[in-house]
């Protein structure tokens, strides 16, 4: 069942150096994209990708797995954010993320290639789509649950620890409260241990 607010996160994109597919983009050509692509699909909510890259360009609607919701620069990596959907194939991307799978993303677009692998001016930025190999090894993403009820460690996912405290305390007796405090911490402390 799909959790709500499960987001991924992580690089996006990375320039100026070459990936796996041969392709080096440019910082500069893709600063210009990225605002673009913020201006024109992310801040009017049409910021989609899809599961796998398809073959054609557009974005297929029965085949949206997410919504990208930030990109900001960081040297010369794009740093993104995505809210997984509640579409078929977003719930067959949080499964495999519940279930422990490191996603990649990609990029999508248009644009010339010249023979030594670098991206032209021409470049277009379509969307950033999930992958299982991302051509950028920095590409995998890390899960964040932002219901505040959980968080995901190392493919697992554990109920936010400030909830545990909250239901320790709510359980101790309201009369002379102090007596309790140390024994509910080391409660609390030995649960996140376990």
Same mark, same amino acid.
Do not use: W
């Given at each position: 069942?799909?959790?709500?607010?499960?987001?991924?996160?992580?690089?996006?994109?990375?320039?100026?150096?070459? !990936?796996? !597919?041969?392709?080096?983009?440019?910082?500069?050509?893709?600063?210009?994209?990225?605002?673009?692509?913020?201006? %024109?699909?992310?801040?009017?909510?049409?910021? +989609?990708? #899809?599961? !796998?890259?398809? #073959?054609?360009?557009?974005?297929?609607?029965?085949?949206?797995?997410?919504?990208?919701?930030?990109?900001?620069?960081?040297?010369?990596?794009?740093?993104?954010?995505?809210?997984? @959907?509640?579409?078929?194939?977003?719930?067959? @991307?949080? %499964?495999?993320?519940? /279930?422990?799978?490191?996603?990649?993303?990609?990029?999508?677009?248009?644009?010339?290639?010249? /023979?030594?692998? #670098?991206?032209?001016? /021409?470049?277009?930025?379509?969307?950033?789509?999930?992958?299982?190999?991302?051509?950028?090894?920095? @590409?995998?993403? =890390? +899960?964040?649950?932002? !219901?505040?009820?959980?968080?995901?460690?190392?493919?697992?996912?554990?109920?936010?620890?400030?909830?545990?405290?909250?239901?320790?305390?709510?359980?101790?007796?309201?009369?002379?409260?102090?007596?309790?405090?140390? =024994?509910?911490?080391?409660?609390?402390?030995?649960?996140?241990?376990?």
């Amino acid at each position: 069942q799909l959790i709500k607010s499960c987001y991924i996160t992580g690089p996006f994109i990375v320039t100026e150096e070459k !990936n796996k !597919n041969g392709r080096v983009y440019k910082k500069d050509t893709m600063l210009k994209e990225v605002e673009s692509f913020i201006n %024109t699909k992310i801040s009017k909510n049409r910021a +989609a990708g #899809e599961l !796998n890259h398809p #073959e054609s360009p557009s974005i297929n609607l029965e085949r949206i797995s997410h919504y990208i919701t930030e990109l900001s620069c960081q040297d010369n990596i794009f740093m993104g954010k995505a809210k997984i @959907a509640s579409t078929p194939m977003g719930l067959v @991307a949080q %499964t495999l993320i519940k /279930d422990g799978y490191q996603l990649g993303v990609s990029t999508r677009g248009l644009g010339s290639v010249s /023979d030594d692998g #670098e991206v032209g001016d /021409d470049f277009k930025l379509i969307t950033v789509d999930l992958v299982s190999d991302p051509s950028c090894h920095q @590409a995998l993403m =890390e +899960a964040l649950y932002e !219901n505040k009820n959980y968080f995901l460690k190392n493919g697992e996912i554990f109920e936010e620890p400030t909830k545990k405290l909250e239901e320790s305390f709510s359980k101790m007796p309201k009369k002379d409260a102090e007596g309790y405090l140390v =024994e509910a911490v080391r409660q609390f402390i030995h649960s996140l241990r376990g």
